[in-house]
């Protein structure tokens, strides 16, 4: 694929949507969602020893596992799990184990999501990817028309007696767009939860069941992994506590491999040790060292993973056309999470272009920074610069509630042996500024 040769080339190549090795790529998928920019991340060392990656790991996991396997995906938001889990189900070991189903939740489906929603998508999705291959008389049919009977009919969702896969598929759609748009109807599904999500596992247990039979019969793999994207995508600490904690256990009952994303937020408690062994993390890469006295990102900045970023803007865009101090700053203020590197580079672009400069150079750079930095502060009250400075200057959270601000962006995970904590470093000069202004500041 040809690089980028204009501003405007540029600003939709460093679009920062996750890449597609799925082949063919879906119909509509953007030119950003190329897998031939895909750049590998940088590997993890001590000393000369290189450590497996967290990718690395889940994919001996899984080829080593049991149909029981059930493993997560955490990582700040934006370092490239999507991305990743993409490359993994194509790998040729996984391919040749395993017929592998992507399910991924619309944007608008975050927002509401709760454990019997998981269940119920993901007996969907398994529904219409292997329909052609289920067995009109078995189990699974039975329980779908008790399903009907039991949830369907009652939320004014109809679907016949004896239900074939055509009148299932709408079920399915239809339940989906009543579940986004209708609070009663999450009521009434959640009610279903609370009492019958036995019925959906049983559901869900049948579907398995009688697909890998059919599976078993063709040439090709023969048993399931399913990944499960877009659960980081759960904000709300309340439906995280739900998801990951109150029900926990529904996402752990489907008999098959499964490859959850989990929110960075998200810690499985002491009584859960079982699950925390089973939880890998992407890290954002890192380029900031520890710098508690200083606000200034370029006293902590590392310049060893350059290399990478610069081969992820060459991958992409003509090397004419964005000066390497511009990726540099791009690097630095994202704290080495590539979804801001991305979008930082694109607003420069965009303010060299309304400059009318044939290029993207430090100074654009830096006045596009100074606009991000003030759309950020517009959202920050003292509360939260309580927060961010107390992790800034100990690298440290104050109490697990902080650890919602991972969520949010505003402070980044990083490494260097043990995990540590620090602001986002596009809020360093708020901080330093806030604390000008802050009376009670010692």
Do not use: C
């Not at 993409?86 to 709760?114: G, K, Y």
Request: glycine share 6%.
């Amino acid at each position: 694929m040809p690089r980028a040769t204009t501003l405007e080339e540029a600003r939709k190549v460093l679009d920062p949507r996750p890449l597609d090795f799925r082949e063919p790529n879906p119909q509509g998928a953007k030119e950003a969602s190329d897998p031939k920019f895909y750049t590998e991340l940088p590997a993890r060392r001590e000393g000369n020893f290189k450590l497996p990656g967290p990718l690395e790991r889940l994919r001996q996991r899984l080829l080593s596992g049991t149909r029981d396997t059930k493993l997560f995906l955490s990582g700040h938001v934006g370092s490239g799990k999507s991305t990743e889990l993409s490359r993994l189900a194509v790998h040729p070991q996984i391919q040749e184990q395993f017929s592998v189903l992507m399910l991924r939740f619309e944007e608008q489906e975050w927002a509401t999501l709760d454990s019997s929603q998981v269940l119920f998508r993901l007996a969907g999705a398994l529904f219409e990817s292997h329909k052609d291959r289920l067995s009109k008389q078995k189990r699974w049919k039975e329980i779908a028309e008790d399903l009907n009977q039991r949830i369907f009919q009652p939320m004014g969702i109809q679907a016949k007696e004896g239900a074939g896969s055509v009148e299932f598929d709408l079920v399915v759609v239809k339940l989906k767009q009543e579940l986004k748009l209708s609070e009663k109807a999450r009521r009434q599904f959640r009610a279903f939860g609370e009492t019958q999500q036995s019925l959906l596992q049983d559901f869900l247990a049948a579907l398995v069941d009688d697909i890998e039979n059919a599976l078993s019969a063709d040439e090709g793999p023969n048993e399931l992994l399913v990944v499960v994207d877009d659960l980081d995508k759960v904000r709300g600490a309340e439906a995280q506590k739900e998801i990951f904690d109150t029900n926990l256990n529904a996402l752990l009952a489907p008999p098959l491999r499964v490859v959850y994303t989990v929110p960075t937020g998200v810690r499985f408690g002491e009584s859960r040790a079982d699950i925390r062994h089973n939880v890998e993390h992407l890290f954002p890469v890192r380029v900031l060292g520890k710098a508690p006295g200083s606000f200034r990102p370029e006293d902590a900045f590392l310049e060893e993973r350059m290399d990478f970023f610069n081969d992820l803007v060459e991958h992409r865009v003509d090397p004419n056309l964005i000066q390497k101090g511009a990726v540099r700053l791009a690097a630095m203020y994202s704290g080495g999470v590539l979804r801001d590197f991305f979008r930082m580079l694109r607003e420069g672009a965009q303010m060299a272009a309304y400059n009318d400069q044939p290029m993207l150079d430090t100074i654009a750079m830096t006045y596009a920074l100074n606009d991000a930095r003030l759309k950020e502060s517009v959202g920050l009250y003292g509360p939260d610069y309580e927060a961010l400075a107390h992790a800034h200057r100990t690298n440290e959270l104050r109490s697990a509630e902080d650890r919602r601000y991972l969520d949010l962006s505003r402070i980044i995970e990083s490494h260097n042996g043990s995990a540590w904590f620090d602001a986002h470093p596009l809020l360093w000069k708020l901080l330093e500024e806030h604390q000008k202004t802050d009376v009670h500041h010692p």
